[in-house]
């Protein structure tokens, strides 16, 4: 066998190799998420803050009854590892250039195991190609989702935890003494404290959560009782002609938060503005 051949063999081979491990953590990745979703009953519930200190924001008024067909959603925030093969195997690129900018300086906060930090099309994005290669309809979770979900079936909990309590370093990350940029306070993994009764993780602190609706301060006064998907248009910050400036809902507190990890707490910023606050889970129809 001559030199020339033995070259072309060992690089055939190599690329095979390549293509088989890729295939192989795409099939792992898949089998993961679909092993992860969490069968949710549809039902009513009083959507929105029931008053007695849940949150701050006026924009968490007027409780009111919503309506929800059956669904699963994710137990697990999904990883900065499982957004790597992602982008690997599709060649796609985050819409906000901070993670190109900052993964270098932040390299804790984008370690394989914790929360991605993503924007909300980058979440999306995730959601809709775990869909495709599953054969079934993937999405972020609406908001009304989300919370239902988080209070595991609409149920008066104020935080998403076993007890429905907050319990510091017990069943949700204690409020962090310093800011995000100085890498003092990090996420956990997903999965380090006990779940709601439901069996999800992290639906209180640890990442923020986009939601697929937009974000009106007022959504709630008109908001439809079944399967409420969000208002047909979004806030905006004013920002001439920025695509970007669509504002979407994040659900779950923070992090480097405590107290303003409620079930019901709302947060917006944004669609294509990425931060290190923010990650997601998906939802699949049922």
């Known amino acids: 066998m001559n030199t020339a051949f033995k070259a072309i063999t060992l690089l055939a081979t190599t690329l095979v190799t390549a293509c088989t491990s890729t295939e192989d953590k795409v099939n ?3 089998e993961r998420h679909m092993n992860a979703f969490v069968f949710v009953e549809g039902g009513s519930f009083m959507m929105g803050n029931p ?6 924001g006026a924009d968490s008024y007027p409780a009111h009854k919503v309506t929800l067909d059956s669904f699963s959603i994710q137990k697990y925030e999904v990883t900065q590892g499982d957004m790597d093969l992602f982008m690997e195997v599709t060649g796609y690129a985050y819409f906000d250039d901070y993670y190109e900018k900052n993964k270098s300086k932040y390299q804790n906060r984008f370690s394989v195991e914790l929360p ?6 980058d979440a999306r994005a995730f959601c809709l190609w775990l869909g495709e290669i599953g054969n079934r309809t993937i999405d972020l979770p609406t908001e009304a989702q989300w919370e239902y ?14 007890t429905g309590e907050a319990v510091a370093d017990i069943n949700m990350a204690q409020e962090a003494k310093k800011g995000i940029f100085d890498q003092s306070a990090l996420p956990k993994a997903p999965g380090s404290y006990p779940p709601n009764p439901l069996g999800l993780y992290d639906m209180s602190g640890n990442a923020a959560e986009w939601v697929l609706d937009n974000y009106q301060p007022d959504y709630y006064k008109y908001s439809p009782e079944h399967n409420p998907k969000g ?9 001439k002609g920025d695509p970007t400036d669509h504002h979407k809902v994040s659900r779950g507190g923070r992090f480097y938060d405590f107290w303003g990890n409620t079930t019901v707490s709302r947060l917006d910023k944004p669609q294509e503005l990425m931060g290190l606050d923010t990650g997601f889970r998906c939802v699949m129809q049922n």
Not at 51 to 56: N, R
Not at 231 to 239: F, V
């Open 28 to 30: 792992d990745l898949l």
């Open 51 to 56: 008053g007695l200190g849940w949150a701050l």
């Open 116 to 121: 991605a930090p993503a924007a909300w099309a």
């Open 149 to 162: 979900a988080a209070r595991s079936r609409g149920q008066m909990y104020r935080f998403a935890t076993d």
């Open 231 to 239: 208002p047909d248009t979004a806030k905006t910050s004013g920002l």
